[in-house]
């Protein structure tokens, strides 16, 4: 498979999934470099291999990542970091329990403005809530709306901005789908948002769903209370109980 990706470097697209490597060694050659590549959905073992080969794809705007897993505290330096310029869309699937992204973030540099942020999966918030403290999201600084949905085993929150730089159509946004969510995981809920939005900066406030979700927006709205309360222009509520 190696000397196969040494031999396409014209490569725009790619797909690499093999969930029972120890390491990704496959992506290790310093003749596998991908000038043109745009969108790669990767399931490997999140190690230096797999940081210094992002690193080599200068052009890539998706990057999808499933179930990477860190094998050791230590399989990427803390110093290690790479940079993904032309990024727009990053996608996060977190899909089983053994299976750590704590530390997955902290490793990118990603771009001001432009990113549309996915992350999903019935173990998503065990994940993401182990990040203390949580990597900043440059492009989140732009947000100023915030939409919950909730219903029945599952919570989304969507947060998004204006456009930043002419020719920036869909602006940045993030979007946590939260399956399998129970009530007992609010605080959990109520924490990450708190880490990856800055609510200081929201002017407008959606929520759609059964009053039963109104723990985490109370919450929220009380982080808003006393940050920027100014700021806070618009709130809709939407009950829909009678639909579940």
Known sequence: VQHALTKTVNLESLCIHDPLVAHSTV???EDIVYPQLREATLRLPWDAHLVAFLARCPSLTHLAIIDVYLALAAAVPADHAVTLPSLQVLDLRINQAMLSMRRLLQYFILPENGVRMRVSGPYALRAMGGLHPFPTLPFAAGFSRLMIEGGPG?????ASGPARTKGDDAGSALLLDLSEYRPA?????VAVVREMVPLEDITEWTYHGPAQFDGVVAALVQTLSSGRPHAFRTFFYIDTHARW
């Open 185 to 189: 995981d609010q605080k959990q809920a």
């Open 27 to 29: 992506l290790d050659h």
């Open 154 to 158: 599952r919570l989304m929150v969507h």
